[in-house]
C-alpha cells in the first residue's frame, strides 16, 4: 500500500518545545523520518545590542542570553571582562559567585528534569523538581531582589552582601536537597514506565559527541568525561573537592540521571564553599565608574548548567566592547538533535528535544 | 407504551446522574491533584472550593461553540453526542441494590462490556470531523487503544461470571461471597488497568497527549461541546467504578438495603480515588509499548485468573 | 526539616543498567514505590500559600518600579543649625553614619560642605557663612589655606571633577564681609563662670567660639602684637592675606570675647594666677620651636628655623638672603612655604631638599606644583649629613642618598645609600618639624611634662594632668593641618563644658565619624560636556606672583560660585537633585529627567520614568548618590492603563512606603500613569 | 600544557609564521593567512586540537577577522586561529570536514556577517528569516529601526 509522509509543524509556539522552536518534521505514520529545528524566533541581536551599551550596561542583557541561569551568563561576561581589564577580583566575591552559581545549576538542572519528566507526561514529578527550584529562587530573590534576571555578578566583584540569615536558609536548603533529589529518582527515574520511555532513545555516542562541540550534561551523558570546573579549573573551584557525574550509554535517560546527581554534587560544592566563606570586599577596589579596557580580545568560559558557555569580548579601549560574541553551549548541543531524533515516533522526538534542554534565550541570542 | 416513556426517565435520570457525578468529579480530581502536587487544589469559591465547578459548568455554557469552517457540520456537532449516550446507557445494568437494577435484563454483563465500543466509532468520527491532522492522529491512537484493551477487560469479567453461573448482574450480586474477593484478585487488578486505559486515562491517554498532540481528537471542541466530552470520559470512569463495586467488591457486602446503596457508592468513589492517584503519578506509555502491554501482560494475566476460577468451581 | 542525612555518593554508572531488565515484580515494585511517595506528598502539607488568605511577602531587596524619596524643590535637606557643643549627639540622630556625605565625613571638624553648597546654590549665601564657620571658625582663612580633604573624597571625583568647596568657603567670606556689621553683636553672657585661653591660634579661637556660644566669658592671651598664632607668624602672606585674618578674628572679638595681645603667660603673667582666676584655663600654644637636626656645622652663620625665617619674611619681607642661594631642608607643607616665600624676598636660586622621593612627599601635590612653577628646584630622596662651613660662613650641605623612607611596618627608619653630593648654598633653612617650647608656661604649676618636653594630655578628652587645666590644637596632636587643630579646639570646648557643668566628661563621646573613602578611581574627564566641569579658580601667573606678596588665587565671581553649588549633588540627602546620572547609567534609557535652576527657586520639574523600558536591573538606584531612588517593595506590575506607562514626575513623587498609597487624583492606584505629554 | 611550550611546537610547525603567534591575555592565538587557515587547521587538529569550541568573526572596519577557537582535551590546552578576510568579496573555506560542530556556527556567521563558507553543505541564514536584507552585525548595517542612542555617559 502506498503510503505519503507527513510534513508536520511542530511550534514554535507549543505547549513542549521548550520555548520558541520550530520543527519541521516529516512523519511515517508515527515514525520521525527527517526533522530540522527552525531557530531565531527569539533572536534580538543581543551581540548587536552589546556594542552600544557601557560594559556595566551589558550585564542586564547577559540576564536575557540564557534566562532560566542567568547568574552564569553574568559570571561568564565578566569573567571575560576582568580578563579583558584585568581586574583581581576578591576572595569573599569569588566564593559568592562559585556558591551562587551552583544554586543556579540547581534551579536549572529542576528545569532540566522537570521537562523530561512534564515531556512524559509526570506532571507531579515536574512540580516537586520546580518546588525546588522555587526554594532556590526565594533564595536568590532575598540576595539581590529579582527571581530571574537577576543582574548581580558584575565586572570586579558582586553586587550586594548577603544579608543576614540568608546562610542559614541556603544550609537549609542544602540540607533537604538531596534527599528531595533521591525522592524525584525513586517516583520518576525509577518508574518502569518512565524507564521504558526514556531509556534507548536519542542515544548519541561520545565520538559524534565531540566532534558535534556538544558540552555539559548532554554529552557527558554519552561517557564524555570532560567537565570544566574540574579539567580547565577557574575561580576557587580547585578548592573545592566534587566528583564529575558522567553516564555511559548517552540516552535521554542517562543525560536527565546526569542532571539529576549533578544537582546533588552541586549541593556539596555550595557546603564546602559555605563552610570557607570569609568576611571581605565583596566588589575590588579602585575601578573606574566607567570601565575602559585597553584595546585588545579576550576570551573566558564556565561550566554552564548547559555545557562550556563562553564570551569573546574585543575591545578598542572605549566605554563599549567593540565585539561580543557569546558561545552558546545550547546551539551547539541543538544542532545535534537531527541526528539523534530521525528513527523515533513522533512522542520520543519531544522527549529527546526535552533531553537537550535547550533554552532559546542562549540558542537565538 | 410505558416501556418507551420508562426509558426516557431512565435514560434523563442517568444524563443527570453522570452531569452530577462530573461535577462532583472535576472538584475531586483537581484536589487530589493538587494535594499530590503539594499545593491546594481549588480554594476560593465556596467552603474548600466546592463551588468551583460552579463557576465553570455557566462558563462552559456561555463559551462560543466553534465549529471549524473546513469541518464536516453535520458529524461534528452530533459527534460528542454520540461519544456520552453508550456511557449513560452502560449505567443502566448496574445493580445498585441487592436484587435492583435500573434495567434487570438477563444479559447485562455483556451489555455492560459491549455498549463502550461503540464510543470508539464515535471518536472516529469525532477526529475525522475536524479534518485536522493532529486531531485525526489523536483518533487513530485511541480507536486502536479501545479496542486493544476490550478483549482483556471482557476476559477479566469472565470468571465473575463463571461463579456466578448467570450473565444478570443482580445474579452475579446475589451470589457474590467474600472469598470471592481474593480469588478474583488478578482479575480485579486486570479490569482495573483495562477500564482505565478504556477512558483514555492515567498512563495511557495518549489520545490527548498534550506534549504532543494538543489535545488530541477534540482539539477543537469548545464551550459545551467539549463538556460533553469531559462528561463523557467522567461518566466512564463512575460507570466502570460502579460496576466493579457492584460486581468484584460485593455491592453492599458487610450492609443491607439502603446502606447497602451507600457502601456501593462509597467503594466506587475509593476505586475513583485510586485511578485519579495513578493518573498523577505516572508518565504516559508510548503507542507501542500500550500495545504490547496489553497483549503480552494483562490478556495471560487474565487468562491465569480464568485457570484459577476453573480449578476452584468444582469444589463450589 | 529533614535531619541532615550523610551525603549520597555518586553512583559508578549513572545509567542505572543494573536494574534494566525490569522484570515484571520490579515493574510492580516501582510502580507501588512512585505511589507511595505521590500518596506521602498528598497527605503532607502543600508549600504553597492559601491565597487569598495568606500574601507571598517580597524579600526587602525586590527591584519593584521606582520611586523618588524626596524631590528638589519640594523637600528640603535637614541643615545643621544647632550649636556645635550639641555636635557629637548631632552627628548620631541626624546625620546617621549611613546618611553622612562623604565630603562631611572626611573633614576632621565635620564642617557640612553640603548644606553650605545647598544654601549657596539658593542665594542664601550669609547663612551658607555662618552654618560653615560654626564648625571651622573662620571660613575666609581657611577658605584659601584648608587641604580641603573634603574635596578628595567627594563623590563627584567618579563622576567628573570634585565639587570646588574650599572655594565656596572663601566666596561665602568675601559675600558675608559686605554684611557682617549687622551680623556681629556680643553674645549673651548666660554662665557665671569665666574660662581662659592661653594663645590665639585656631584651636584655641575654635574652643573659644564654642564656649562664646554657651555663654561663658572667654579671656585670651597671645604672646603676639596681632593675634592669630601660626596663621599670623607662620603662613606666607601671599597664601593667606593678614587683613583677611584679623578681620574673622575681629568678628569672634565682636562676639565677646576679651582678647589680650602682646602679654606672654608664663613670662609677664604667671599661668599659677590665671588658674586660681578662672574656673578652666585652655593651653592653646601651639608648636613654637623648629627644630635643628643634630649634625656637624650646624651652629654656624647663616643656619635659620623654618619658624624664625617666615616670621621675619611675613612681616619685614626681608629674611637677609637678598642675591643669596636659599637651600631648605624638609619636604613639608612649611618647607614649601618657606622655599616660595624665599623666592619673594629675593633669594637669587631656591632648592628644597627632602628624604622622601617624588611622588611620597608628605606635602599636598598642588603645593609642590604651584612651586615648582614659580621656580623653587626640588631635590628628592637626599639626607642632610654635614654642613660645609667656610670661616664661620655656611658654603653648603654634603647630603647622603636615601634608599627608602619607611621600614615595611611603616615607621620612619630611613636606610641611606653611600654616595654622598655637595650641594652650595649660602643659606640653610631646617624645616623638618616644630617642637613645643612650654617650659616657661609650666614654671611653677604640677603640670606634667613627658621627657621630650611635651605635655601629658588625654587624646580624647584633652584634659592635663591638673584638673580645670585643658590643652589643644598642636601641642596635643603634634604638626598637622589648621582644620585638625580647629577640631582639637571643638573637642576641648566641649569637655571644659562638660567639665564646668559637672557632667561625666567621656559621656557619648561619639569617636569622630569613619570618613567615607571611595570605591572607584576618580572618573577621566576627557569627554565630559562643559557644564559639568568644576569651575576653574583663576591664579596669578607664576612669574608675577613669585617676585611679590600678592594673592595667588583670585577667588570665584558670584556667578561661579553659584553654578559651582549647584554641582553638588546633596549625598545620602534622600531628594533628588536631578544630577541625571540615574538617566545615564540606565541600559534602556527609560529615564528623563530636568531641572530649572534659578537662584532661589531651584526645583526639578520632569521626572519621567517609562516603566515599558525599564527592565529592572537595579543600576539607576545603586548609582543615585542622593540615595532618593529607590525600589519600591510593590508586586503587582499591572496598573490600569498599562499601555501609556509612562510615570509623570507628578506620579513619580508617590510616598516610599510599601503600602497602596493613593495616586494623584486620590482614588487610582499610585504610579498609575497620566495621558503621556509629548516628546520634545 | 603551558602555553610557552604550545608556542614552540606551532613555531615548529610553521616556523615562517612564529612571531605572529601572540599571547594576550592568557591564551595563545596565531594570526594565519587566508589562504592558509584551512591547512593549518588540519595540521592543528592532528596535533590533538579535537574539538572545535567557537567560529566567529569581528568586523575590524577595513576587514573582517575569521576567528577559530580550538581546544584540545588531552594536551589541556586551547589556542586562537585568526585570519583576516577582505570584505569586498568575503570567502573563506568551510571547517565542516574537520568538525561538524562548525555548521551551525558557520551558518551564523553567515547569517550576521554575510562571510561566506565554501564547502558548506547548507550555507543558510540560521538565525534571521530568509527574506531579511543585509548583515546585521557589520558596523556598516544601517536600519532606520535602530534606537539612536545619545551617546553621553
Redesign the interface.
Same mark, same amino acid.
Given at each position: 500500500m502506498r503510503t505519503e509522509e507527513?510534513t508536520?509543524n511542530l511550534g514554535p509556539s507549543?505547549?513542549?518545545t521548550h520555548g520558541v522552536c520550530r520543527l519541521v518534521v516529516r512523519l511515517d505514520g508515527?515514525v520521525v523520518t527527517h526533522v530540522e529545528p527552525v531557530i531565531g524566533h527569539l533572536h534580538r541581536g543581543i551581540e548587536k545590542m552589546a556594542e552600544n551599551r557601557t560594559y556595566l550596561q551589558v550585564v542586564p542583557l547577559t540576564d536575557r542570553l540564557d534566562y532560566v541561569g542567568s547568574m552564569y551568563a553574568n559570571w561568564a561576561y565578566c569573567r571575560a571582562v576582568e580578563r579583558l581589564a584585568g581586574i583581581r577580583v576578591p576572595e569573599r566575591a569569588e566564593y559568592l559567585r562559585v556558591i551562587v552559581c551552583e544554586l543556579q545549576r540547581i534551579a536549572s538542572h529542576m528545569m532540566g528534569i522537570g521537562s523530561s519528566? &512534564? +515531556?512524559?507526561?509526570?506532571?507531579? &514529578?515536574f512540580?516537586?523538581a520546580f &518546588?525546588q527550584r522555587d526554594l532556590v529562587i526565594d533564595l536568590f530573590e532575598a540576595l539581590c531582589g529579582a527571581r530571574l534576571t537577576y543582574n548581580y555578578v558584575r565586572p570586579g566583584g558582586v553586587a550586594f552582601d548577603l544579608p543576614e540569615g540568608w546562610v542559614e536558609q541556603c544550609r537549609s536548603f542544602v540540607a533537604q536537597h538531596p534527599s528531595a533529589m533521591l525522592e524525584i529518582d525513586e517516583?520518576?527515574f525509577g518508574?518502569v514506565?518512565?524507564r521504558?520511555?526514556l531509556k534507548g532513545i536519542g542515544v548519541l555516542d561520545a565520538d559524534t559527541a565531540v566532534a558535534w562541540g556538544v558540552s555539559g550534561p548532554s554529552a557527558r551523558g554519552s561517557g564524555v568525561d570532560w567537565d570544566l570546573r574540574r579539567d580547565d579549573p577557574y575561580s576557587v573551584y580547585p578548592r573545592f573537592d566534587f566528583d564529575v557525574v558522567v553516564g555511559s550509554n548517552g540516552d535521554a535517560y542517562d543525560r536527565a540521571r546526569v542532571r539529576l546527581w549533578e544537582c546533588i554534587e552541586s549541593c556539596r560544592i555550595i557546603e564546602q564553599a559555605l563552610d570557607q566563606l570569609e568576611p571581605g570586599p565583596v566588589m575590588a577596589e579602585g575601578l573606574p565608574r566607567l570601565l575602559a579596557p585597553r584595546p585588545g580580545d579576550a576570551y573566558d568560559h564556565i561550566e554552564s548548567a548547559r555545557g562550556s558557555l563562553g564570551v569573546y569580548l574585543v575591545s578598542d579601549g572605549s566605554v563599549r566592547p567593540y565585539r561580543m560574541k557569546v558561545r552558546s553551549p545550547a546551539f551547539c548541543n541543538l544542532a545535534v538533535l537531527p541526528l539523534i531524533a530521525t528513527g523515533h515516533?513522533?512522542? +520520543?522526538l519531544?522527549v529527546i528535544l526535552g533531553s537537550l534542554d535547550p533554552v532559546f534565550g542562549e540558542v537565538d541570542r | 407504551m410505558s416501556a418507551l416513556l420508562l426509558g426516557i426517565a431512565w435514560g434523563i435520570a442517568a444524563v443527570l446522574a453522570i452531569a452530577g457525578g462530573a461535577v462532583i468529579g472535576v472538584w475531586w480530581e483537581r484536589k487530589?491533584?493538587?494535594?499530590?502536587?503539594?499545593?491546594?487544589g481549588p480554594?476560593?469559591i465556596g467552603p474548600a472550593g466546592s463551588l468551583q465547578m460552579l463557576a465553570d459548568v455557566p462558563k462552559l455554557l456561555f463559551k462560543e461553540d466553534i465549529v471549524p469552517s473546513a469541518a464536516d457540520k453535520p458529524l461534528f456537532k452530533w459527534a460528542p453526542l454520540m461519544v456520552f449516550a453508550p456511557v449513560a446507557a452502560s449505567l443502566a445494568v448496574i445493580p445498585f441494590a441487592a436484587g435492583w437494577a435500573p434495567l434487570d435484563t438477563s444479559v447485562g454483563v455483556l451489555f455492560f462490556l459491549a455498549v463502550p465500543s461503540l464510543e470508539v466509532v464515535a471518536i472516529l468520527v469525532a477526529a475525522w470531523s475536524q479534518r485536522n491532522?493532529l486531531a485525526a492522529?489523536g483518533g487513530l491512537r485511541a480507536a486502536s487503544q479501545m479496542i486493544a484493551y476490550e478483549v482483556p477487560r471482557a476476559l477479566s469479567v469472565l470468571p465473575l461470571v463463571l461463579l456466578a453461573g448467570s450473565l444478570r448482574p443482580t445474579a452475579v450480586l446475589g451470589a457474590w461471597q467474600w472469598w470471592w474477593m481474593p480469588l478474583l484478585s488478578i482479575g480485579f487488578i486486570v479490569y482495573l488497568i483495562a477500564s482505565i486505559a478504556e477512558m483514555n486515562r492515567g498512563?495511557f491517554?495518549l489520545p490527548e497527549?498534550?506534549?504532543?498532540l494538543?489535545a488530541g481528537y477534540f482539539a477543537d471542541y469548545s464551550g459545551m461541546r467539549w463538556a460533553i466530552f469531559m462528561m463523557a470520559e467522567y461518566g466512564a470512569m463512575i460507570a466502570a467504578s460502579l460496576f466493579a463495586a457492584a460486581t468484584f467488591l460485593g455491592g453492599g457486602w458487610p450492609f443491607g438495603g439502603a446502606l447497602g446503596t451507600a457502601a456501593i457508592v462509597l467503594k466506587a468513589a475509593l476505586l475513583i480515588t485510586v485511578i485519579m !492517584?495513578?493518573r !498523577?503519578?505516572?508518565?504516559?506509555?508510548?503507542?507501542?509499548?500500550l500495545l504490547r502491554f496489553c497483549w503480552t501482560?494483562l490478556v495471560p494475566a487474565a487468562l491465569v485468573q480464568l485457570v484459577v476460577v476453573g480449578v476452584v468451581l468444582p469444589w463450589m | 526539616m529533614d535531619v541532615k542525612r550523610a551525603r549520597p555518593a555518586v553512583p559508578p554508572s549513572v545509567s542505572g543498567d543494573a536494574e534494566d531488565r525490569m522484570g #515484571?515484580v520490579k515493574g510492580a515494585a516501582s510502580?507501588a514505590k512512585?505511589?507511595g511517595?505521590?500518596?506521602k506528598?498528598?497527605?503532607?502539607r *502543600? #508549600?504553597?500559600v492559601?491565597? *487569598?488568605q495568606q500574601k507571598v511577602a517580597v524579600s526587602p531587596r525586590w527591584r519593584g518600579p521606582l520611586a523618588l524619596r524626596g524631590v528638589l524643590g519640594r523637600d528640603d535637606i535637614p541643615l545643621l543649625k544647632s550649636a556645635s557643643h550639641a555636635y557629637n549627639e548631632l552627628i548620631d540622630g541626624l546625620y546617621r553614619s549611613d546618611r553622612l556625605p562623604p565630603c562631611v565625613g572626611n573633614c576632621p571638624a565635620n564642617v557640612d560642605a553640603r548644606g553650605q553648597a545647598f544654601l549657596i546654590a539658593d542665594n542664601r549665601v550669609a547663612e551658607a557663612y555662618e552654618l560653615v564657620r560654626d564648625r571651622n571658625i573662620l571660613p575666609g582663612v581657611l577658605g584659601r589655606i584648608c587641604h580641603h580633604p573634603c574635596e578628595t573624597a567627594c563623590k563627584r571625583n567618579f563622576y567628573d571633577e570634585p565639587v570646588a568647596i574650599r572655594p565656596l568657603h572663601r566666596f561665602a567670606y568675601e559675600e558675608y564681609r559686605k554684611i557682617r556689621h549687622e551680623r556681629i553683636s556680643p553674645l549673651p553672657r548666660t554662665q557665671g563662670k569665666s574660662v581662659c585661653v592661653v594663645g590665639s591660634g585656631p584651636s584655641g579661637l575654635a574652643a573659644a567660639y564654642d564656649l562664646l556660644k554657651l555663654g561663658y566669658r572667654v579671656v585670651m592671651y597671645e604672646r603676639e602684637r596681632k593675634p592669630g598664632g601660626a596663621l599670623n607668624t607662620g603662613v606666607p602672606a601671599y597664601r593667606l592675606p593678614r587683613d583677611v585674618l584679623y578681620e574673622e578674628i575681629g568678628d569672634i572679638v565682636g562676639l565677646g570675647l576679651e582678647l589680650n595681645t602682646g602679654v606672654e603667660v608664663g613670662k609677664d603673667v604667671p599661668l599659677v594666677e590665671l588658674i586660681r582666676e578662672h574656673d578652666a584655663v585652655l593651653l592653646a600654644v601651639g608648636l613654637q620651636q623648629s627644630r635643628i637636626l643634630p649634625i656637624p656645622g650646624t651652629d654656624a652663620e647663616g643656619v635659620v628655623g623654618a619658624l624664625e625665617f617666615l616670621w621675619s619674611a611675613n612681616f619685614k619681607h626681608e629674611a637677609g638672603v637678598r642675591g643669596k642661594r636659599v637651600l631648605v631642608i624638609g619636604g613639608g607643607n612649611v618647607a614649601v612655604d618657606v622655599a616660595r616665600c624665599a623666592l619673594r624676598v629675593g633669594a637669587s636660586e631656591v632648592k628644597l631638599a627632602c628624604l622622601e622621593s617624588e611622588s611620597e612627599m608628605p606635602c599636598h601635590p598642588w603645593e609642590i606644583a604651584e612651586a615648582l612653577d614659580e621656580g623653587v628646584v626640588a631635590l628628592c630622596s637626599l639626607g642632610p649629613e654635614e654642613v660645609l662651613v667656610r670661616h664661620g660662613q655656611v658654603a653648603g650641605m654634603r647630603m647622603r642618598s636615601c634608599l627608602s623612607v619607611f621600614d615595611e611596618t611603616g615607621r620612619f627608619a630611613p636606610k641611606f645609600g653611600d654616595e654622598t653630593t655637595d650641594v652650595p648654598a649660602d643659606v640653610i633653612v631646617f624645616a623638618i618639624g616644630q617642637a613645643p617650647k612650654i617650659d616657661a608656661l609650666v614654671a611653677g604649676t604640677e603640670l606634667l611634662v613627658s621627657g621630650r618636653g611635651q605635655l601629658v594630655v588625654d587624646g580624647t578628652l584633652f584634659t592635663t594632668s591638673v584638673p580645670g587645666v585643658f590643652a589643644c590644637g598642636e601641642i596635643v596632636t603634634g604638626p598637622g593641618s589648621a582644620i585638625g587643630s580647629i577640631a582639637t579646639g571643638h573637642e576641648a570646648a566641649t569637655s571644659i563644658h562638660r567639665y564646668l557643668q559637672g557632667l561625666p566628661l567621656d559621656g557619648d563621646r561619639v569617636a569622630r565619624p569613619v570618613p567615607v573613602y571611595p570605591k572607584h578611581a576618580p572618573a577621566d574627564i576627557t569627554n565630559v560636556e562643559a557644564n559639568r566641569r568644576r569651575a576653574v579658580m583663576p591664579m596669578a601667573d607664576p612669574e608675577e606672583r613669585a617676585s611679590d606678596f600678592r594673592q595667588v588665587e583670585l577667588g570665584l565671581t558670584r556667578q561661579e560660585a553659584m553654578a559651582e553649588a549647584m554641582r553638588c549633588l546633596r549625598c545620602e540627602s534622600e531628594v533628588c537633585v536631578g544630577c541625571t546620572f540615574c538617566a545615564r547609567t540606565c541600559p534602556d534609557y527609560a529615564i528623563k529627567v530636568e531641572r530649572v535652576d534659578e537662584a532661589g527657586a531651584r526645583c526639578l520639574t520632569r521626572y519621567d520614568y517609562d516603566l515599558s523600558k525599564c527592565c529592572y536591573c537595579g543600576l539607576c538606584a545603586e548609582q543615585c548618590p542622593t540615595k532618593a531612588l529607590q525600589h519600591t517593595g510593590q508586586y503587582e506590575l499591572s496598573f490600569w492603563h498599562r499601555d501609556l506607562m509612562v510615570f509623570d514626575k507628578g506620579e513619580m513623587l508617590r510616598p516610599p512606603t510599601g503600602t497602596r498609597a493613593t495616586g494623584r487624583d486620590g482614588v487610582s492606584p499610585p504610579g498609575c500613569p497620566v495621558p503621556r505629554r509629548e516628546e520634545p | 600544557m603551558r602555553i610557552e611550550e604550545l608556542r614552540e611546537r606551532v613555531c615548529a610547525m610553521y616556523p615562517d609564521l612564529c612571531p605572529l603567534f601572540s599571547i594576550e591575555f592568557g591564551d595563545g592565538s596565531i594570526a594565519v593567512p587566508l589562504e592558509r587557515v584551512h591547512s593549518a587547521a588540519a595540521d592543528l587538529k592532528d596535533m590533538g586540537f579535537d574539538r572545535l569550541g567557537m567560529v566567529t568573526a569581528v568586523d575590524r572596519g577595513d576587514e573582517f577577522e575569521i576567528v577559530y577557537r580550538l581546544q584540545s582535551r588531552d594536551l589541556r590546552a586551547a589556542m586562537f586561529l585568526k585570519a583576516a578576510v577582505p570584505k569586498n568579496d568575503p570567502v573563506v573555506p568551510s571547517m565542516c570536514d574537520l568538525w561538524p560542530a562548525a555548521e551551525w556556527q558557520e551558518r551564523e556567521v553567515f547569517d550576521l556577517f554575510g562571510i561566506v563558507f565554501d564547502g558548506h553543505p547548507d550555507l543558510r541564514r540560521i538565525l534571521l528569516p530568509e527574506d531579511w536584507s543585509g548583515h546585521p552585525l557589520r558596523k556598516d548595517y544601517a536600519d532606520d529601526r535602530i534606537v539612536r542612542r545619545p551617546d553621553y555617559i
Open positions: 507527513l508536520l507549543h505547549p513542549s508515527e519528566a &512534564a +515531556d512524559t507526561g509526570a506532571t507531579s &514529578a512540580l516537586y &518546588a517516583l520518576f518508574n514506565i518512565a521504558a520511555r515516533t513522533l512522542s +520520543d519531544l | 487530589v491533584a493538587g494535594h499530590i502536587q503539594l499545593r491546594y480554594l476560593q491532522t492522529i498512563p491517554d497527549a498534550e506534549s504532543e494538543v !492517584w495513578v !498523577w503519578t505516572f508518565p504516559r506509555v508510548r503507542q507501542d509499548q501482560v | #515484571l510502580l512512585g505511589l511517595i505521590t500518596l506528598a498528598g497527605v503532607s *502543600p #508549600l504553597t492559601r491565597y *487569598p | -
